[in-house]
């Protein structure tokens, strides 16, 4: 059987059951955490984040892609101790958020691939925790030079160890073509790309042209409804579905635990959290006329399928 790595170890496929694709459970700045031992109160947050996964845990979600980056605060050990009090499957991620910091500039594309690739053949952070997909993003400054060097390098890091890519994007920039673009140029198997944060837009066109490239598309935001609200968002998956795209939608929320962006680590947003979707966004999809089978299509075969053709890794 196919296999994908897990903070836990490697499982089947088959056994990811109910996924939701893009998720962080604590995004904390290194280096002010290395200044200031209180920046992030762990014991506190673990226990909150624990209870959080488990609450997923008990409306049917059995695992969690945590798509927290290196340049974000990735901490496996917060991950794997969160993971196993809550007793939810959680994936971790290698690969560079969109910030293009100072340091990068001079390095090659295949140098840093040569230090990313150790998360997933070796382990994440000197653990035997393996990262089993790669992150990347691209935000409202579009794909600068600095950009394309990390869109690179998460296209070489696919072709080299066959894990798959799911990325940040900004809709009103239409980012998520660019990085089709990208990734076509460096010999991607786009079927195993997820092109995130696309439930951010009503723009069918624009999401058409992304799907129409073979990617898989990332409804992933249910929750942040600033953006773009809870019913405009399921209206536009719905729509999706008539059109046929329910094989190529995964559901999430990009919901974090701790966000060290915000003073006190969390936004307030009472819809934003792992129980979203299966409390609140399921039923809404069903109302508008979306079958059981599309939900299990986009919450379980789709995560399945994106993770089961692996590489040598």
Request: aromatic share 6%; charged share 25%.
């Amino acid at each position: 059987m196919p296999t994908v790595h897990t903070v836990q170890g490697p499982i089947d496929t088959a056994d990811l059951g109910f996924t939701l694709m893009h998720e962080h459970i604590l995004l904390a700045n290194w280096s002010m955490r290395a200044a200031f031992d209180d920046w992030v109160k762990i014991d506190e947050h673990i226990d909150y984040a624990a209870g959080e996964l488990r609450s997923a845990r008990e409306r049917g979600v059995r695992t969690i892609v945590d798509l927290t980056a290196v340049n974000l605060g990735r901490d496996v050990h917060v991950i794997q101790e969160v993971a196993a009090r809550a007793e939810v499957q959680v994936v971790a991620c290698t690969g560079f958020y969109w910030h293009e910091e100072p340091w990068m500039i001079g390095w090659e594309t295949d140098r840093l691939v040569e230090w990313l690739i150790r998360d997933i053949s070796d382990g994440i952070q000197g653990t035997s925790m393996r990262a089993g997909i790669i992150k990347c993003a691209t935000d409202h400054l579009g794909a600068t030079p600095g950009n394309q060097k990390l869109l690179e390098v998460a296209a070489r890091l696919h072709r080299q160890t066959g894990v798959p890519i799911s990325t940040h994007t900004s809709c009103e920039h239409r980012t998520g073509v660019a990085q089709i673009r990208l990734f076509q140029e460096e010999g991607v198997d786009l079927s195993r790309v997820v092109i995130g944060h696309c439930g951010d837009t009503e723009d069918l066109d624009y999401l058409e042209e992304i799907l129409g490239s073979g990617a898989f598309i990332g409804m992933d935001r249910f929750g942040l409804n600033p953006m773009l609200p809870m019913e405009r968002r399921v209206s536009v998956v719905a729509r999706l579905c008539e059109r046929g795209y329910a094989d190529r939608m995964v559901l999430s929320h990009d919901a974090c635990c701790h966000i060290d962006w915000l003073p006190g680590g969390r936004p307030g947003l009472p819809q934003w959290n792992f129980r979203h979707i299966p409390d609140d966004v399921l039923p809404a999809l069903q109302k508008e006329g979306v079958t059981e089978a599309a939900i299990r299509q986009m919450t379980v075969e789709n995560p399945r399928r994106i993770f089961e053709r692996q590489g040598s890794y």
